[in-house]
Structures are given as structure tokens and as C-alpha cells.
T-cell receptor, first 114, second 115 residues
Framework: SAVISQKPSRDICQRGTSLTIQCQVDSQVTMMFWYRQQPGQSLTLIATANQGSEATYESGFVIDKFPISRPNLTFSTLTVSNMSPEDSSIYLC???????????FGEGSWLTVV | DQQVKQNSPSLSVQEGRISILNCDYTNSMFDYFLWYKKYPAEGPTFLISISSIKDKNEDGRFTVFLNKSAKHLSLHIVPSQPGDSAVYFCAAWVNSGAGSYQLTFGKGTKLSVIP
């Protein structure tokens, strides 16, 4: 299995502020993804984090709201910008050794926006 | 359009009995399927997977069956234990175009194992 760690694990944020979540994966991971799970919902892919270039965003997610960086193979950040209560969710970093391989998840970052 | 469907939002099973969680998919190009288990406010934990070239994969108490003609897979847990109570997600790899791949999840089934 792959080791994926992210932080913070939990935070309470003020409306209008931004928060950056960090994710570190082990060296065997080549693909990195960011997911969101809103209360009572399934896991939704936000974007694929691409090393050294702009992330590939899914429909409904934009770079201005969720800027993502991946400066090297094993590290990525997701920023949730200008937060509103609707952004309260668990944000999950994940990684895989390539298409068709198992994706492993971090423990998640539970954000509550007040 | 939801490509991976888990039509049962919840399932209750007595401890010691078999739990069967079902998943249907629409895209015949899926070639790798996974099951995850998730507790509240935690990340999903990988349970078991199956390639489309197989019809069964077994790991301890967990067995996944794949019926490609019916585009259906199921997860069997036997015997079920109270610690198995969690939300189970079915997922499939899909080529989303231009060499891009993503893992698509179903909405999940909440399993409750009653002691």
C-alpha cells in the first residue's frame, strides 16, 4: 500500500478566509488526486494534481476557488479559497501508482466553515 | 450521468451472517474495480479490487464477484462483524479522455451489522 499523509486533519475556518491543505505521499505514487466528500454525499473528484503544471479540474471546480500545486512527485497542496459554509466538507488527498492501480487515500481534512 | 451506481443506500445484517453489497456500472470500458470502506470523518480504506479479466477475487472474509455481461459487481462479507459497520463505496477506473484517468465512485451503501 502507499503512505499518504495530509494536514491539517481538522479545522474550523471563518467565512471569507482561505485554507491550504498539504499532502505528502510516498515515492511510489505517480498520480495524485484531490477529492471532496460533503456531508451525506459520495466522494467527488475535484482535480488531478499534475507535477510541475496546472491541475486538471473536473466540471464544477475551478482553479480560482481550488488552486492546487504539485511542485514535485510526492507533495501537493489544495487551497480552499474565500470559504463559505457550503465548503464545509472532508477534503481527501489520494494517490496511485498509475491508471488501473489502487488509489490510496489520506485520512482527510475535515473543514468546518462558520 | 452516474456511471457507477449503488442503489441501496443502507443495509442491515445480523452479526455472523453474510453481507452482500451491490454495484452496477454503465461503462463497458471500465477495467478495474475497487471497494472501499469508510468511517465518518476518515479517509476511505481500500478493501479489495478485481480486474475485468477475472470474475472473483477473495481476501479473507471479503470476496468480490464481477459479472461483466450484467455490468454488476458485488462484495460479500462473511461472517459479518460489528466492526464492519461503515459506508462501503464501489469504484471503477475510467479513461476520461485525452489520456486522463479518474476513479469514479458510487454513492455508497451504509452497512450496519447488528450484534
Amino acid at each position: 500500500s502507499a503512505v499518504i499523509s495530509q494536514k491539517p486533519s481538522r479545522d474550523i475556518c471563518q467565512r471569507g478566509t482561505s485554507l491550504t491543505i498539504q499532502c505528502q505521499v510516498d515515492s511510489q505514487v505517480t498520480m495524485m488526486f484531490w477529492y471532496r466528500q460533503q456531508p451525506g454525499q459520495s466522494l467527488t473528484l475535484i482535480a488531478t494534481a499534475n507535477q510541475g503544471s496546472e491541475a486538471t479540474y473536473e466540471s464544477g471546480f475551478v482553479i480560482d476557488k481550488f488552486p492546487i500545486s504539485r511542485p514535485n512527485l510526492t507533495f501537493s497542496t489544495l487551497t480552499v479559497s474565500n470559504m463559505s459554509p457550503e465548503d464545509s466538507s472532508i477534503y481527501l488527498c489520494s494517490g496511485s501508482r498509475g491508471p488501473g492501480n489502487t488509489i490510496y487515500f489520506g485520512e482527510g481534512s475535515w473543514l468546518t466553515v462558520v | 450521468d452516474q456511471q457507477v451506481k449503488q442503489n441501496s443506500p443502507s443495509l442491515s445484517v445480523q452479526e455472523g451472517r453474510i453481507s452482500i453489497l451491490n454495484c452496477d456500472y454503465t461503462n463497458s470500458m471500465f477495467d478495474y474495480f475497487l471497494w472501499y470502506k469508510k468511517y465518518p470523518a476518515e479517509g476511505p480504506t481500500f478493501l479489495i479490487s478485481i480486474s475485468s479479466i477475472k470474475d472473483k477475487n477473495e481476501d479473507g472474509r471479503f470476496t468480490v464477484f464481477l459479472n461483466k455481461s450484467a455490468k454488476h459487481l458485488s462484495l460479500h462479507i462473511v461472517p459479518s462483524q460489528p466492526g464492519d459497520s461503515a459506508v462501503y463505496f464501489c469504484a471503477a477506473w475510467v479513461n476520461s479522455g485525452a489520456g486522463s484517468y479518474q476513479l469514479t465512485f458510487g454513492k455508497g451503501t451504509k452497512l450496519s451489522v447488528i450484534p
